[in-house]
């Protein structure tokens, strides 16, 4: 039976470079041989796309916080049975584009539930279920707007005010000081060969403490 699979999640505020990163870091580990799956929250089911839509759309009517959060906690289980576990159990690396951390930081930090409510959703859908690894790529609020505005229209979390993406990088960055074991943040102003680089040192970094031989070592 293959060994279970490593659970890496990249994290952060709009404009930091998640997906172009996470791709990155994916393409450099299935060079070591490492058989990766890349997937995103919401979403990564027929389902969760859905609910992600449902999520980001444009509306007249206000969604209240707590019917965002259960919507993204509905979209999470599905998420958990179809694609996480089953890769993880069979030995795949799963890399995902947001995971919980991004439900304490704007549920939590940016609407202001509490974050009890949270913990008690998070335990309910994925058990003792926690990612082995989470990358924070983190930016100055002012250049991730205006690096998200620069790709086109803006969704309705994305047109947000400042002040709420404040809240959401200062819980961002708590969460990394409260279980930095778990965090590696990256500093995402950087240029893109920077970052990179320093993504692919972590990738070596994930090789060497998970026991998986990489071509540079000879």
């Given at each position: 039976?293959?060994?279970?699979?490593?659970?890496?999640?990249?994290?952060?505020?709009?404009?930091?470079?998640?997906?172009?990163?996470?791709?990155?870091?994916?393409?450099?580990?299935?060079?070591?041989?490492?058989?990766?799956?890349?997937?995103?929250?919401?979403?990564?089911?027929p389902l969760g796309e859905d609910?992600?839509?449902?999520?980001?759309?444009?509306?007249?009517?206000?969604?209240s916080p707590m019917s965002e959060l259960l919507l993204i906690f509905a979209a999470r289980a599905q998420h958990l049975c179809d694609v996480i576990e089953p890769h993880l159990a069979a030995g795949r690396w799963v890399l995902c584009d947001r995971f919980t951390d991004a439900t304490y930081a704007y549920q939590g930090g940016g609407r202001g539930i509490d974050a009890a409510a949270?913990?008690?959703?998070?335990?309910?859908?994925?058990?003792?279920?926690?990612?082995?690894?989470?990358?924070?790529?983190?930016?100055?609020?002012?250049?991730?707007l205006e690096r998200a505005r620069g790709?086109?229209?803006?969704?309705r979390i994305e047109r947000e005010a400042v002040e709420f993406f404040e809240q959401v990088r200062a819980r961002y960055l708590a969460l990394a000081q409260a279980s930095s074991g778990?965090?590696?943040?990256?500093?995402?102003?950087?240029?893109?060969?920077?970052?990179?680089?320093?993504?692919?040192?972590?990738?070596?970094?994930?090789?060497?403490?998970?026991?998986?031989?990489?071509?540079?070592?000879?």
């Open positions: 039976m293959a060994a279970r699979g490593l659970f890496i999640t990249v994290e952060g505020i709009e404009g930091v470079g998640k997906s172009s990163n996470l791709a990155f870091l994916a393409a450099q580990l299935r060079e070591y041989g490492v058989d990766v799956m890349v997937t995103r929250e919401p979403g990564g089911t609910i992600r839509a449902l999520l980001l759309s444009l509306r007249e009517q206000p969604v949270i913990a008690e959703l998070e335990t309910l859908v994925q058990g003792e279920l926690r990612p082995d690894y989470t990358l924070l790529l983190d930016v100055d609020v002012a250049t991730g790709r086109g229209e803006l969704d778990r965090f590696r943040v990256v500093d995402a102003r950087q240029p893109l060969d920077a970052v990179q680089r320093e993504l692919a040192q972590l990738g070596r970094e994930l090789l060497t403490c998970w026991g998986v031989r990489h071509p540079e070592a000879g």
